[in-house]
Every structure is written in structure tokens, then in C-alpha cells.
């Protein structure tokens, strides 16, 4: 989620967690990570997230961020651990990162495209070498920059990964640097037909005006103020009409705000 005043995901958790439940029972771990400043709180669990007391922790508390990823696992690499449980955090640049991926990259392990030095594993899964890979990249226009980089220098980089990524498998991830919320869509895996084909993210932007509450809870108008939030999410959490990330695409999005990017399928 992102949004142009802080706001709760309380509602968007329950929807999560009822797809850790049956018929989906994805129960391989869950985590929730919430900007604060240039940090992040980080609440995650490798209890399976219908039954996990961290959700109702988290439901019971009203706790919001300008920036909000959570991230429900199914294991295809590595075991049921807390280490393995998404999202991942880093710090680079003086501020924490953060990095959830949905897909399985059979091979990166072993890619020298992919390989790391100063970002290691806690962990066993791809998702966290692929993190730790982006932020190898995204370490030098970081470095070099006083403030935050330029968008576009961003992207360039994002968009590189990204498309060296899909070579592996479904690469659909979200990544932020606490100024911008990254998606990147891709392929993904269909819970009933068993397919893989696109699309691996849709989004949802609504705004709120003063006294009114955004469609399914998620943000509410404060000290008058009018809201903009947007959701993306693996599937739609609602019956509103969802817009699709292409296969290949990367959207930009900051204070609720969306900058569609040209296309990085090849």
C-alpha cells in the first residue's frame, strides 16, 4: 500500500489471512513491514497467518505507514523458519529497504548475474538472494547520492534486474526505498488450473474526501484532509475493478500517487 497520510491495512490482513486458510492453505509463514520515517517496523511469523496471535496483535493496534507490505509463503525453497518468512528488510544508505517477491527463481543460487558480496542470506529462499542482488545493484547511484536518487535513475536500475529476473521464473515483487513503492508484475501461478501466465499483480487506487472512509477501510481522511491510497495486491482483495501489471511492467508509486512505467518485457 501507499498512501499520501498514514493509514491502517487492518481489513487488507484479514482478506490476507484468509487466504493462509482453506481451500488456499498457504501456511508456510507471513510478515508485515510498516515505514516508519526512514525505518521500518517489521512484524512477521512462520506460524501459518489464519492462526497466528502476530495478526491479531497487528489487528488490535492502529498502526500506520505512508508504505505498507505484507506478504503471505508458500515454500518452494527453503524450510518453514522465521529467516525465511517474507518481507525481507536491509539498510542501505542510511535508511531500511524493503523486499517482498512472489514466484520461484530456480537457479539463482548459482547465477553469477545474481551473485552477492556485501548483501548476504540470512536465510535459504530465492526471494531473499534476489533482494540482496537488487540491492547490490542499487548500491552505487544510493551511494553517490546526498538525498534520494532521481526516479529514473531508480527505475533504470529496477528495470534491468527485473527483466534479468523473469529469465529465472516469476519474478513479481514489490520493493521500497521509503520514498517509493516498487511492483513489478510478471507470471504467476494459478491456485486452481495450476497455470502460470500472467498477470502477477493488479493495484487499486481510491481516494477519500473529508468525513468519508476509502473503499474496504483501508485509509481513512484525516485533520481534514483529503486521501489518496493505492493497493496492489497477487489478486484482487475486492469486487472493484482492479488494474492489471503487464507482464514486465514496473509501477511507481508514491504518497498513493501512480507512475505507470513503459514496459520491460523482452
Not at 504467476?188 to 468519508?212: D, I, M
Request: charged share 20%; net charge neutral; proline share 5%.
Amino acid at each position: 500500500m501507499s498512501s499520501n497520510l498514514p493509514s491502517t491495512l487492518t481489513l487488507s490482513l484479514r482478506k490476507l489471512a484468509e487466504h493462509g486458510g482453506p481451500p488456499f492453505s498457504i501456511r508456510d509463514g507471513w510478515g508485515v513491514g510498516f515505514y516508519e520515517g526512514s525505518d521500518v517496523r517489521l512484524i512477521k511469523d512462520s506460524a501459518a497467518v489464519d492462526d497466528s496471535e502476530w495478526l491479531r496483535f497487528v489487528d488490535g493496534h492502529d498502526l500506520r505507514s505512508h508504505i505498507i507490505v505484507s506478504h503471505i509463503r508458500k515454500a518452494t525453497m527453503g524450510e518453514r523458519s522465521y529467516a525465511n518468512a517474507q518481507p525481507f528488510i536491509r539498510e542501505l544508505a542510511g535508511r531500511t529497504h524493503l523486499f517482498a517477491h512472489n514466484g520461484w527463481l530456480p537457479g539463482i543460487m548459482e547465477s553469477v548475474a545474481f551473485r552477492t558480496s556485501r548483501y548476504r542470506r540470512i536465510g535459504e529462499t530465492d526471494s531473499e538472494q534476489a533482494f540482496c542482488a537488487l540491492l547490490e545493484r542499487m548500491q552505487g547511484v544510493w551511494d553517490r547520492a546526498r538525498e534520494v536518487p532521481p526516479l529514473d535513475a531508480r527505475v533504470a536500475i529496477i528495470a534491468t534486474y527485473a527483466a534479468a529476473l523473469r529469465q529465472l521464473g516469476p519474478a513479481n515483487f514489490l520493493y521500497s526505498d521509503g520514498d517509493t513503492l516498487f511492483a513489478h508484475g510478471d507470471r504467476r501461478k494459478n491456485a486452481v488450473t495450476g497455470k502460470v501466465s500472467p498477470p502477477g499483480l493488479v493495484f487499486l487506487r481510491r481516494e477519500c474526501v473529508q468525513g468519508t472512509q476509502a473503499d474496504l477501510g483501508q485509509a481513512l481522511s484525516i485533520g481534514g484532509a483529503n486521501q489518496a491510497v493505492t493497493l496492489v495486491a497477487s489478486t484482487p482483495l475486492s469486487n472493484d475493478a482492479w488494474e492489471i501489471v503487464a507482464e514486465g511492467e514496473i509501477i511507481a508509486l508514491s504518497k498513493g500517487e501512480v507512475v505507470r512505467l513503459p514496459s520491460t518485457s523482452t
